[in-house]
């Protein structure tokens, strides 16, 4: 283009000259004659012999293409940009490694279990940390690669990268002094990864054994949210001059994961759960529990925001982080659930209801989420309390 502008200079801006009008929908169009078909050796004759399948793998350690009828879930997995996105979540990784870098003593010469090892990350920190042995296990095609960076780190002698599902293989040890795992979803539980690390918990743990992290908190809020939540209704109304507004319901069935700002907390914040994960079973997972919040300012509420704080405790540095909207991001963001319409409350006015969450019937990894929601103004003050109860699926 800009050799075509300096060209033009040289030419003295002539332009085309006369140009006879084309007719429309007669424009001209290349011919094949015309498309430059290349002559290079391995770009001609039938596409079959176009890609070089033994070449393209050569260069890598593991081919990371999807193969039809694979399992979903572990495929994303072995997805290199997946783990690029945790690695870079500085928030996430930084405290894995504070709470097992920053804690040589409890490390020392103990034998680690590194739950979904994906690169090898914490494995790598845990050896760092002085473990005797580390035992990183994975299902997904990236252990190629984590078994690579263990070796070009120096660390092959201290730790083994085993690919398997956690309930299928086998551990060479019968028993670990720790476990270490990052197995968080959205919404802390989706994607269902908890219920391997206590199955790994139950099967390999030493009896007072660390499990890390160790508590996860579920927090609550409301939220003013008009302008996004208009915008996501009212785009279906006129999408390119066709009525598309069925779509809105089911635009509202999914809770939203993404970023909320924080001047759009509304009320006080509640913790709706805890897990303790050392004594916690898989069927505490599925929950009905209550929250109340209180109304700080006067404003517009169109629903809930919800996440989750992570601590890494029993050692002599406990760590912790949230993915709160308070703090810094991170990849999990925060979820939202949006109630019909909006309340308009003022200072002092309670938000209150149950919270439930279960596996989904069809695929355990979703959740199915009930939300209750009870707005309650100060008696006498000429407004009426109102319920709503609705129901979400993350999938
Ligand atoms: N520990 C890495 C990766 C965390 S992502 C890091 O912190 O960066 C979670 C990993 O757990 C994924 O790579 C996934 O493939 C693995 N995983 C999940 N469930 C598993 C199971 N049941 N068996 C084996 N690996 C599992």
């Given at each position: ?7 033009q ?58 193969k ?6 572990f ?16 928030v ?19 034998i680690?279990l ?11 920190f ?5 473990a ?28 083994t ?17 720790i ?22 918990r139950?099967k ?6 660390l499990i ?10 409301a ?11 009212h ?32 009320s ?20 009905a ?11 517009a ?5 919800t ?12 760590i ?42 069809d ?23 109102h ?9």
């Amino acid at each position: 283009m800009e050799d075509d502008l300096e060209e033009q200079k040289v030419a003295g801006h002539r332009g085309k000259g006369f140009v006879k009008s084309t007719p429309a929908g007669n424009k001209s169009k290349p011919v094949a004659s015309e498309v430059r078909k290349s002559v290079e050796p391995g770009f001609t004759g039938s596409p079959d012999g176009w890609f070089d399948d033994a070449a393209f793998k050569k260069g890598l350690i593991a081919d990371f293409t999807h193969k039809e009828g694979g399992d979903y879930y572990f495929e994303s997995y072995s997805n290199f940009y997946i783990h690029e996105e945790m690695l870079k979540d500085k928030v996430r990784t930084e405290s894995y490694r504070n709470a097992i870098e920053g804690n040589p003593e409890a490390f020392k010469d103990k034998i680690v279990l590194d739950i979904g090892c994906g690169t090898g990350v914490l494995s790598i920190f845990a050896a760092r940390a002085g473990a005797k042995h580390v035992y990183g296990i994975d299902n997904a095609d990236i252990v190629h690669y984590a078994r690579e960076i263990v070796k070009v780190n120096g660390f092959q002698d201290t730790i083994t990268i085993i690919q398997g599902k956690v309930e299928e293989i086998a551990l060479p040890v019968e028993k670990v002094d720790i476990i270490i795992s990052e197995w968080m979803g959205y919404f802390l539980l989706y994607e269902s990864m908890m219920d391997t690390v206590l199955y790994a918990r139950d099967k390999w743990l030493n009896k007072g054994g660390l499990i890390l992290p160790d508590r996860c908190i579920m927090k609550v809020a409301a939220i003013e949210d008009e302008d996004y939540k208009n915008k996501k209704l009212h785009f279906w109304d006129n999408v390119y001059g066709i009525n598309m507004s069925c779509l809105a319901a089911a635009a509202f069935v999914e809770p939203i994961v993404d970023s909320v700002n924080h001047e759009a907390i509304v009320s006080t914040v509640d913790s709706f759960i805890e897990f303790d994960l050392n004594t916690i079973k898989v069927a505490d997972l599925e929950y009905a529990t209550k929250y109340s919040v209180k109304m700080k300012r006067e404003d517009a509420i169109h629903g809930i925001v919800t996440w989750f704080d992570i601590v890494f405790g029993g050692m002599k540095n406990e760590i912790r982080f949230s993915t709160g909207p308070f703090g810094e991001y991170t990849h999990w963001k925060q979820t939202v659930f949006y109630f019909d319409g909006s309340y308009d409350v003022g200072r002092g006015d309670i938000l209150e209801g149950s919270i439930a969450c279960k596996k989904s019937k069809d695929n355990f990894r979703a959740c199915d989420i009930k939300v209750s929601f009870h707005y309650i103004p100060p008696p006498d003050c000429g407004v009426e309390p109102h319920s709503q109860v609705l129901q979400y699926k993350l999938r």
